[in-house]
């Protein structure tokens, strides 16, 4: 069997470094392209150490170990021992995730691609086999995207857990609870009253709020329904108009209630709120259903009920 170390190095050099910019993704961290490209050559050493006598050395699981301690250490300095540890684990993350991706791919398609001491390889007859080759070289960047599309979605995804809140409105003596998402774009007010506009789902909230005011609020055109309106319910002195504005569209106009208060308990505390407008969006507000309402960001300096430990 003919080896081609000098292909096999670049391919390892070019996956190291791969590696070490997801790792950098991953982390939010600035780079110096230098110290990568640095760190991605000592990584790609290892293939050269595999023919010399420090092949035992290089083959060993603390040698593999030290050496990416190293790779780390070079790649993203060590500015205290939480923050270069953060950076070794996230790198070896990074690393198990797309592996396995290759690895679980490569079982799937029974493409031709071995490890040798650690290192990656394609094996038939001396140079490899053309289709196991652009398995692996088309493969790994592929994996790669789609790796790091899933940290940056699962990264927005926390970002949204974190902003997320249980939501109870009362109204006499009935009480609704939402899942509600707290959106600093969210920048409506009553311009009577000046009270903060939460959003809900209409429909989501159906058994809750009085028929007659679910069809209205529904209706393409919010100021016509109320005209043509003629049944009564007894939320009638309830009922507010919230005008908005859609970029490149005319003023439109949300119908909306006043409730007796509104309780939001996020991870720490329970917040009551009394002067508050719930608008009524005739529109599912999450694809998702992760939430069912939209929660005015002024709305948390209400009233702190009690801390939640």
């Not at 690393?95 to 398609?109: A, K």
């Not at 009253?193 to 007659?212: G, N, Q, R, W």
């Not at 016509?224 to 859609?246: A, C, G, M």
């Amino acid at each position: 069997m003919s080896i081609y170390l000098d292909i096999i190095w670049f391919l390892n050099f070019s996956f190291d470094l791969l590696l070490l910019l997801l790792t950098a993704i991953a982390l939010k961290r600035k780079i110096k392209k230098y110290r990568i490209v640095l760190a991605a050559l000592l990584g790609s050493s290892i293939v050269i150490m595999l023919f010399t006598p420090l092949s035992l050395f290089a083959s060993h699981p603390f040698g593999k170990m030290f050496v990416s301690v190293l790779m780390v250490w070079i790649a993203f300095g060590f500015k205290r021992f939480r923050f270069f540890v953060q950076s070794l684990l996230t790198f070896y993350f990074v690393t198990f995730l797309v592996g396995g991706g290759m690895i679980g791919v490569h079982y799937f398609l029974q493409s031709e691609m071995s490890y040798l001491n650690g290192v990656l390889m394609t094996n038939s007859t001396g140079f490899g086999h053309p289709i196991s080759w652009i398995f692996v070289i088309v493969g790994f960047p592929m994996l790669w995207i789609f790796s790091r599309n899933r940290i940056e979605g699962l990264e927005t995804k926390k970002i949204h857990f974190e902003q997320l809140v249980n939501v109870t409105i009362k109204v006499d003596e009935c009480e609704l609870t939402l899942r509600g998402l707290v959106d600093s774009g969210n920048q409506l007010y009553d311009p009577i009253t000046k009270s903060p506009v939460m959003i809900i789902d209409t429909l989501k909230a159906s058994h809750f709020i009085p028929e007659p005011l679910v069809n209205q609020a529904i209706q393409e055109d919010v100021m016509e329904s109320l005209s043509n309106n003629e049944q009564s319910h007894p939320w009638e002195h309830r009922i507010r108009i919230i005008p908005y504005r859609v970029v490149g569209s005319e003023n439109k106009f949300l119908l909306g209630f006043k409730p007796d208060e509104v309780v939001i308990e996020t991870k720490d505390e329970k917040i009551k709120v009394q002067k508050t407008i719930v608008g009524l969006n005739r529109t599912k507000l999450s694809s998702e259903d992760e939430y069912e309402c939209i929660i005015h960001p002024k709305m948390l300096q209400g009233h702190v009920m009690e801390q939640v430990s």
